[in-house]
């Protein structure tokens, strides 16, 4: 299987800083949030580990720290409870 190539049309607007956040990492894939300017709003996608590298330096993604991770993560779990 051949790795895609990340064509540089894919970068982020100007303005908007993309951030990653892996939430699962193995041997054949890693699972990760990707966001545009906010941590908090976010798609899930996987990926093999050499296609995220990839993604990550065309995206110029910063890695969001377990710390803010682990803020965002409790910021979500405040919505759930008053939604249930």
Known sequence: MTTPTVHSA?????GAQP???VTSRGQQW?????SLGDPALYVELVMRPE????FCAAQCAITV???LGRAL????????????
């Open 10 to 14: 894919l970068t982020a607007p100007r």
């Open 19 to 21: 951030y990653v956040r």
């Open 30 to 34: 890693v699972e990760f949030e990707f």
């Open 51 to 54: 296609q995220f590298s990839a």
């Open 65 to 67: 720290s377990h710390q």
């Open 73 to 84: 993560e409790r910021e979500r779990d405040k919505w759930s409870e008053t939604v249930a």
